[in-house]
């Protein structure tokens, strides 16, 4: 297969050259100019926002050309494997790629409790309202130690992790940016990650080109343009994690044939879609996967995924070879999504293999002048 996925200049790429300017191992190759950037300039305060959604061709579709995002986007890169929240997240603030850190969609097959777990939620697939304290219990075999952890335990500097959730979260956009402001001027040298749910959220409800998406947009651009204007000694990165596509669904309740075959749920992704199959439908699902959906979705078994480092190269997580099942059905030129009982049905997805949904912004803005 073709991997769209450039791992010499993705998402970990960018994050292991955050490791790298704050003295951390990195396992993966840097981005030399943002190196340079940080080698010559020596900023105090290296800020990482990330924008959930706000893809790169999509941000070139709703901004003019004199806006502040785009005045000093550098260039586009890709996401990682599949292009979705849960990898690309866990891959910039890691600095690994998803076969390592095993954060490998929103629903993942976890092989030592035998469950297909939503991993952001704590819970069985379709069961959001339960924790599932098996999966509590053996949580740690995913990689959980982020970049912002490792800074703090070797103690020279000082980091901090931002989100609209959990222990200490911000209240709204204006808050996380106030925040960010007041962190720029601590002493020292220190690293600021900051996650952003939208445009994402609503981009799930209304699509990428929606007025109300565009808003979004346009207003985060505002923001962190006012934001910039009031810091210094500072390198402010704002990038994303993946774009969005308008989609179709198809019902596998539908189509009991293909239901049969498979020992357990569909996993990884909507439009990445793993499929685990009964050992005596091993020689038939892939004919009649193709007969029905191969005109929406490339079929891949489990050979080719691993030999063709979909999910980037590195030493794979021990949940991995079981997490990614038989196959893994993508969605490369058509808008469809694969649900079955337990999905969410949305209107506007990602984690295929359009330009849309794979390419990201790396915007970078230098206040060290």
């Known amino acids: 297969m073709i991997v769209k996925n450039n791992y010499n200049e993705c998402l970990t790429n960018l994050a292991c050259s955050i490791r790298k300017y704050f003295g951390l191992e990195y396992k993966h190759k840097t981005l030399d100019y943002i190196d340079k950037l940080l080698e010559e300039k020596k900023p105090e305060n290296v800020i990482m926002i990330l924008f959930d959604g706000m893809g790169s061709r999509i941000l070139d579709r709703t901004l003019n050309k004199d806006s502040f995002f785009l005045k000093h986007k550098i260039k586009e890169i890709t996401s990682v494997f599949p292009a979705t929240t849960t990898a690309a997240t866990t891959s910039i603030r890691t600095g690994l790629n998803p076969i390592e850190h095993g954060w490998l969609g929103w629903n993942v097959y976890i092989k030592p409790i035998d469950k297909t777990i939503t991993l952001f939620k704590n819970c069985l697939k379709g069961q959001a309202e339960t924790t599932c304290e098996e999966f509590l219990k053996i949580k740690n075999k995913l990689v959980t130690k982020t970049i912002v952890d490792e800074i703090n335990e070797k103690g020279s500097h000082y980091a901090r992790e931002l989100f609209p959730f959990g222990d200490n979260c911000y209240s709204d956009l204006d808050d996380m940016l106030a925040t960010i402001e007041k962190e720029t ?30 808003e979004k947009i ?85 050979k080719n995924i691993i030999h063709s480092e979909l999910f980037g190269d590195g030493n794979p997580n021990e949940l991995f070879n079981d997490a990614i099942g038989d196959y893994i059905a993508i969605a490369e030129n058509s808008n469809k999504c694969l649900i079955t009982d337990g999905d969410d049905v949305l209107a506007s997805h990602h984690a295929g293999y359009t330009d849309d949904e794979i390419y990201v912004p790396l915007i970078v803005i230098d206040k060290t002048i």
């Open 185 to 214: 001027k601590k002493e020292g040298k220190k690293y600021i990650y900051a996650y952003d749910t939208e445009p994402d959220f609503s981009m799930h409800d209304f699509c990428a080109d929606s007025d109300i998406v565009k």
């Open 218 to 302: 346009l207003l985060r651009n505002n923001k962190v343009e006012e934001l910039c204007s009031k810091i210094s000694n500072s390198v402010v990165i704002i990038v994303a994690d993946h774009g969005h596509t308008k989609v179709d669904h198809i019902y596998l309740n539908d189509y009991p044939e293909i239901l049969n075959m498979l020992e357990r749920t569909t996993s990884i992704e909507q439009r990445a879609v793993s499929f685990k199959i009964k050992e005596e439908y091993l020689n038939v699902f892939e004919t009649k996967f193709n007969e029905l959906f191969g005109n929406f979705f490339t079929l891949y078994d489990k």
